[in-house]
Nanobody, 117 residues
Framework: QVQLVESGGGLVQDGGSLRLSCAAS????????VGWFRQAPGTEREFVAA????????YYADSVKGRLTISRDNAKNTVFLQMNSLKPEDTAVYYC??????????WGQGTQVTVSS
């Protein structure tokens, strides 16, 4: 079993930056594919970014390309999402998602990001 805890959310002005962290406990992230999703009020949860175990492969939603960067530190069992040039439409609860090689899927509780105009 893997427990995921997100942190780093908060209130920031239009154009500002935040760095989200997703820390795993219980078991290591070894071999896990990890992603970030977000959900704004009244909308469905949507994909934001994902990263492979080796960090060789990274994927981004078109809406965040060039502004958000995903990375990971496997020694610390942590995945990061650096968010720059934030816009009001980035306001959402951001969730960490981990997928094991065996097909198990884990979610964190989420962290709120609010971008004021």
């Amino acid at each position: 079993q893997v427990q995921l805890v997100e942190s780093g959310g908060g209130l920031v002005q239009d154009g500002g930056s935040l760095r989200l962290s997703c820390a795993a406990s219980g078991r290591t992230f070894s071999g896990y594919f990890v992603g970030w999703f977000r959900q704004a009020p009244g909308t469905e949860r949507e994909f934001v970014a994902a990263i492979s175990w080796s960090s060789r492969n990274k994927y981004y939603a078109d809406s965040v390309k060039g502004r958000l960067t995903i990375s990971r530190d496997n020694a610390k069992n942590t995945v990061f999402l650096q968010m720059n040039s934030l816009k009001p439409e980035d306001t959402a609860v951001y969730y960490c998602n981990a997928n094991s090689i065996g097909g198990n899927i884990y979610w964190g509780q989420g962290t709120q990001v609010t971008v004021s105009s």
